[in-house]
T-cell receptor, first 110, second 116 residues
């Protein structure tokens, strides 16, 4: 499974766009990149997944360059309620499982 | 859909006692995962099932831990005997397909276990 590296923490202000980058140099052909969000006292919640190029949904965008060695989660116009831990992980379709890393604690300030 | 249902939400037990955590997956989800979360070790995958069959239990810390999935609607994680270092939040997560994670895992609310 791909080992991922993320910044430990990030700060932002309400209304700003936030980009969280994840490094996964040893990503395998069968790995998809998946992002989760976790609030205190709750289980992680799926945000978005991609294999390459760009994926967008109603919550976020995910950019994965051609070499797939990194990915960037983009959160448009964050609000205070986006303060959470964000996890980048690789989902291996052969193994059928994912391994969570340490995550990035995003703090959105007023 | 009620989502992934875990019980109990909180469990406080004495060292040496048996603890059983329960999970009811979302109907139609074929894969079920047990995770443990602590401040020190983060989210650790303990074991996962596909179509009720254990596929990978390499994350189970030791023989004191066991997990079963007798049918598609129910799974248990048992710790016997429990130790203080087992204190953590235990999450159950399910996924509709082993091959595709298109919709991601759906996590339950977790069981906070405290062993004193």
């Amino acid at each position: 499974l791909a080992k991922t590296t993320q910044p430990i923490s990030m700060d932002s202000y309400e209304g700003q766009e936030v980009n969280i980058t994840c490094s996964h140099n040893n990503i395998a052909t069968n790995d998809y990149i998946t992002w989760y969000q976790q609030f205190p006292s709750q289980g992680p919640r799926f945000i978005i997944q991609g294999y390459k190029t760009k994926v967008t949904n109603e919550v976020a965008s995910l950019f994965i360059p051609a070499d797939r060695k990194s990915s960037t989660l983009s959160l448009p116009r964050v609000s205070l309620s986006d303060t959470a831990v964000y996890y980048c992980l690789g989902f291996n379709t052969n193994a059928g499982k994912s391994t969570f890393g340490d995550g990035t604690t995003l703090t959105v300030k007023p | 859909d009620a989502g992934v249902i875990q019980s109990p939400r909180h469990e406080v037990t004495e060292m040496g006692q048996e603890v059983t955590l329960r999970c009811k997956p979302i109907s139609g989800h074929n894969s079920l995962f047990w995770y443990r979360q602590t401040m020190m070790r983060g989210l650790e995958l303990l074991i996962y099932f596909n179509n009720n069959v254990p596929i990978d239990d390499s994350g189970m810390p030791e023989d004191r831990f066991s997990a079963k999935m007798p049918n598609a609607s129910f799974s248990t994680l048992k710790i016997q005997p429990s130790e203080p270092r087992d204190s953590a939040v235990y999450f159950c997560a399910t996924n509709r397909d082993k091959i595709s994670d298109e919709y991601g895992y759906t996590f339950g609310s977790g069981t906070r276990l405290t062993v004193v």
